[in-house]
């Protein structure tokens, strides 16, 4: 698990932390999921507009730096895919695609 850091400017200066739960899948292309719930803003009448994600986590093993954003490509394509669902049902969902070359 890792913490977000959100800070709101409207309707008031707020600070939140957000525990982000990361979880080792093996469903295709894949590697890890993330999953976070974001609290009620401004009394549920607010709504998230931007976010930025840096990952800065890193270890060594075996000789090698680790990170949870390490990838491969093994096909030339790299690939994220994101579903956001929200209390009233809405659903959003997409992918990022970006050539790359394998070793």
């Known amino acids: 698990m890792v913490l977000a850091h959100a800070h709101l400017t409207v309707p008031g200066p707020t600070t939140f932390?957000?525990?982000i739960e990361i979880e080792r899948v093996n469903k295709?292309?894949?590697g890890f999921k993330?999953?976070?719930k974001i609290p009620r803003i401004a009394g549920g009448s607010g709504i998230p507009l931007y976010a930025q994600?840096?990952?800065n986590r890193k270890w060594q093993y075996k000789g090698k730096t680790l990170?949870?954003?390490n990838a491969g490509c093994p096909d030339g394509r790299l690939q994220a895919k994101i579903e956001v669902s929200f209390k009233d049902?809405?659903?959003l969902q997409g992918s990022v695609f970006k050539p790359c070359k394998g070793r």
Do not use: K, Q
């Open 28 to 30: 295709g292309r894949y």
């Open 34 to 36: 993330t999953v976070a």
């Open 53 to 55: 994600i840096t990952v």
């Open 89 to 91: 049902n809405t659903f």
């Open 67 to 69: 990170s949870f954003a």
């Open 17 to 19: 932390v957000v525990p």
